[in-house]
């Protein structure tokens, strides 16, 4: 026969247990929000572009007037290369990321419904 003493012991014992999981789990939520975090969000949220930023920088020195052309000489090569890491870095965010996943996922549920 079961003491209902130890079975009491024995349920209180599981909700202590529920609580401390329940408790560790919301303090570890509160350390997510820190600045590490905050700047890892706002990156997936907002890519740098740095191909169009040299971009920029070299169209205003190829258009700034100057006697020894100088700049013009350095604005060509920045706007080519600032192409190449256009092309080279891509600068998507998350949202980008979440809309070929539904892509990917509906082309395979297109396969999977011609299939089967």
């Known amino acids: 026969m079961v ?3 130890k079975a009491r012991l024995e349920k209180i014992r599981k909700f202590s247990d529920s609580a401390n999981r329940r ?3 919301y303090a570890d939520m509160a350390k997510m929000d820190g600045p590490g975090t905050a700047s ?3 990156s997936l949220q907002k890519a740098p572009a740095p191909g169009k930023k040299i971009q920029k920088i070299g169209f205003l ?3 700034i ?3 020894t052309g100088i700049t013009c000489a350095v604005g060509g090569p920045m706007i080519l290369a ?6 080279k870095y891509n600068s998507s965010t ?4 979440g809309l070929q996943t539904k892509e990917t996922f509906s082309s395979l549920n297109d396969f999977k419904s011609k299939v089967f």
């Open 3 to 5: 003491d209902p003493l």
């Open 23 to 25: 408790a560790n789990l």
């Open 40 to 42: 890892s969000l706002r």
């Open 61 to 63: 020195m190829l258009w």
């Open 65 to 67: 007037p100057e006697p």
């Open 82 to 87: 600032g192409r190449y890491l256009e092309k």
């Open 94 to 97: 998350i949202s980008d990321i």
